[in-house]
C-alpha cells in the first residue's frame, strides 16, 4: 500500500504550530487527526511516538496548572483514554502517548486533537527537547481494527529542533604547538543546553601566558616556546580555551581527542551518522 492509499484509509495529521521549534523551549504544540476511511473501531489506537533517545518532557494528564500538562479531544462518538508508555512501540520509536478508543467507534472525518502542553488551565506548557536535530518527528500510529497492529501516518509532522540564543563562547586549540607551526583555533557559541551556535561576527582572538605568539585569522603560531590560553570575544561573550603547550621540536607522539561512542538514528540514537561525525 502506497503512502496515498495510507493517507486515505488511515487519516491525516496537522501539527500547528508546525516547527522550527527551539531546543529546551516550553510551549504548546497541537496534532490533529482527520481519520480516514477505515474509521477507528472500539478498541482501536492512536500512538504518537517518539525516538528513545529524546528527552522530550513527559506529557501528564492530570494536573492543569503543571508543566507538562495534555488533553486530547475527539469530534467523534467515542471516547479517548491517554496514557503514556516508556516502551509502547518497536525500539527505536518506544516513548508513546497512547490513546484507547472506547464506549464507541470514530467515523472517517471525525477529528482527534491533542495538546502538548496545554495552558488553558494555568500549565506554562511543555518542554521540548534540549538537543538539536535537523529531523524530529512525532511519529502518529495508528489501529483501526483493534487487531493491536498499528501503522505509521505518512503525514507524520516533521521538523527540525534548532539551538537557541548563544550564552556563552568556547575555544577550543590543540594541548600541544611546535614552535613556528601554525594550530588551528575552533571557537563556537553555545545556548544554555550547550547546542552549538554559529561563532559570532566580529570575534577578537587574544592570547593570556608566556611566550610570544602570534594570531592570524583562526590560527595561532609560536614564535618562543610557553604555554597559556586563547581568549574569545564577541558580542558581549567571553571564552576561555583549553591550555596550549608549545615545544621547541616535535613530540614523540601527539594527543587527539575524539567522542568515542554515540547513537544515531541507524541505531537507537537520533540523528544522522553525517550529523554525529
Known amino acids: 500500500m502506497n503512502d496515498q492509499e495510507l493517507e486515505q484509509r488511515l487519516g491525516k495529521v496537522r501539527l500547528d504550530p508546525p516547527g522550527p521549534v527551539v531546543a529546551g523551549c516550553i510551549d504548546s504544540w497541537t496534532i490533529e487527526l482527520t481519520v480516514g476511511s477505515l474509521g477507528i473501531d472500539e478498541g482501536g489506537t492512536i500512538k504518537l511516538a517518539q525516538r528513545y533517545a529524546s528527552d522530550w518532557q513527559r506529557p501528564q494528564f492530570d494536573r492543569p496548572a503543571e508543566p507538562g500538562y495534555t488533553t486530547v479531544a475527539t469530534t467523534g462518538k467515542a471516547k479517548l483514554a491517554p496514557r503514556f508508555e516508556w516502551k509502547g512501540h518497536d525500539r527505536p520509536w518506544m516513548k508513546c502517548l497512547t490513546l484507547d478508543v472506547y464506549d464507541g467507534t470514530l467515523a472517517p472525518g471525525d477529528r482527534v486533537t491533542i495538546v502538548l502542553g496545554d495552558r488553558s488551565q494555568g500549565s506554562p506548557g511543555i518542554r521540548a ?13 495508528v489501529d483501526p481494527t483493534n487487531a493491536c497492529v498499528v501503522e505509521r501516518l505518512p503525514s507524520s509532522p516533521v521538523f527540525p529542533v534548532v539551538a537557541g540564543e548563544e550564552v556563552e563562547l568556547v575555544a577550543i586549540v590543540p594541548t600541544r604547538a611546535t614552535l613556528g607551526e601554525p594550530v588551528e583555533m575552533f571557537v563556537k557559541g553555545q545556548d544554555r543546553w550547550g547546542n552549538p551556535t554559529p561563532c559570532p561576527d566580529a570575534l577578537h582572538l587574544a592570547w593570556e ?3 610570544e605568539v602570534t594570531i592570524q585569522g583562526q590560527h595561532l603560531t609560536f614564535m618562543e616556546p610557553g604555554t597559556g590560553f586563547v581568549i574569545a570575544s564577541a558580542g558581549g561573550l567571553e571564552g576561555r580555551s583549553n591550555p596550549v603547550t608549545c615545544q621547541a ?6 594527543r587527539y581527542w575524539g567522542d568515542l561512542h554515540a547513537q544515531t538514528e541507524t541505531t537507537i540514537g537520533t540523528g544522522s551518522d553525517e550529523e554525529y561525525f
Do not use: I, W
Open 129 to 141: 527537547q534540549t538537543f538539536v536535530e535537523s529531523r524530529h518527528e512525532f511519529r502518529l500510529l
Open 249 to 254: 621540536t616535535p613530540p614523540s607522539f601527539r
Open 209 to 211: 601566558g608566556d611566550g
